[in-house]
């Protein structure tokens, strides 16, 4: 099993001409924040909410939200949800990082990994550097728990590069034989059960990353989408979002046909694996 290793999240100052850029769940985001400086416009950070001036007009974009609000100079009213983007903004580490098509409001063109401004300096999108030393890793482990235990443990992309973000998966039923101290909640979680086979799992990352929030499982040709809040419960956390301080645990229920004892596909996002969770 792979040893966890937290660390420091830091963008290359060997390039003065760059601004810090993310690859998200197939989209690649920029730091409007650092954006903003280089070309000298006043912001204001509310946290839930990040507010840039620019000479086309007041923009004002929202943590995890893809609306934005946008007030053109010749304009004098603020249209709410006056645009709406293809993916969500994100605060991450007191950055705000954005799709690249907002840069077209501030009159900034992108080409590639290079985004040219308005005065024609063209800065490079400076992603993070890959926090693993060597080679690729797998997407995917099996880990033993002890005591005929096993789980998934699935490595996404987050916002510290590659395998910063994971994703472990246990059978419900089969925790209190790794962690007997807590059997008794154990089953009484179970208890309280209709239907259905409950998975537990736990997200984590080395810094503060959003999380895909759905899973698909697959076993013999038919797949289930479990998807939050339906089918996906975050019992402790943040449904979407989870950092070095505050993991993101609960529940997926899947359905009664879904065979445990025979191998189920997982696939989370881009990454996936394979599990037999009970022998």
Do not use: K
């Not at 997200?203 to 759905?214: H, Q």
């Not at 596909?265 to 969770?277: D, H, K, L, N, R």
């Amino acid at each position: 099993m792979r040893t966890v290793v937290l660390i420091v999240w830091l963008f290359s100052s060997a390039l003065a001409e760059s601004l810090p850029a993310l690859r998200l769940a197939g989209s690649t985001y920029v730091s409007l924040s650092d954006v903003a400086r280089v070309l000298g416009l006043e912001t204001s950070d509310a946290s839930q909410s990040f507010t840039v001036r620019a000479p086309g007009g007041v923009l004002v974009v929202f943590d995890r939200s893809p609306d934005i609000l946008w007030q053109p100079a010749a304009r004098g009213q603020l249209l709410a949800g006056d645009l709406s983007l293809a993916a969500p903004i994100h605060r991450i580490e007191e950055r705000w990082f954005v799709p690249l098509e907002l840069l077209r409001l501030l009159d900034i063109t992108v080409a590639g990994e290079v985004v040219t401004l308005p005065s024609g300096a063209a800065y490079t999108l400076a992603f993070p550097r890959d926090p693993w030393a060597v080679g690729e890793s797998a997407q995917s482990e099996v880990v033993e728990l002890g005591h005929n235990v096993t789980g998934l443990a699935l490595y996404a992309s987050g916002a510290a590069g590659q395998d910063s973000l994971s994703l472990l998966l246990l059978d419900v039923a089969l925790l209190s034989l790794a962690f007997p101290e807590q059997q008794l909640a154990i089953d009484a979680f179970i208890g309280g059960l209709a239907h259905g086979r409950p998975i537990y799992f736990i997200v984590t990352a080395v810094v503060e990353t959003p999380w895909e929030t759905s899973l698909i499982f697959t076993q013999d040709g038919s797949s289930f989408a479990a998807r939050y809040p339906f089918t996906v419960s975050v019992l402790e956390g943040e449904a979407g979002t989870v950092s070095p301080t505050r993991p993101a645990s609960g529940v997926v229920l899947l359905p009664d046909w879904l065979n445990l004892r025979r191998p189920i596909t997982v696939s989370w996002g881009e990454v996936q694996g394979v599990i037999q969770f009970r022998r």
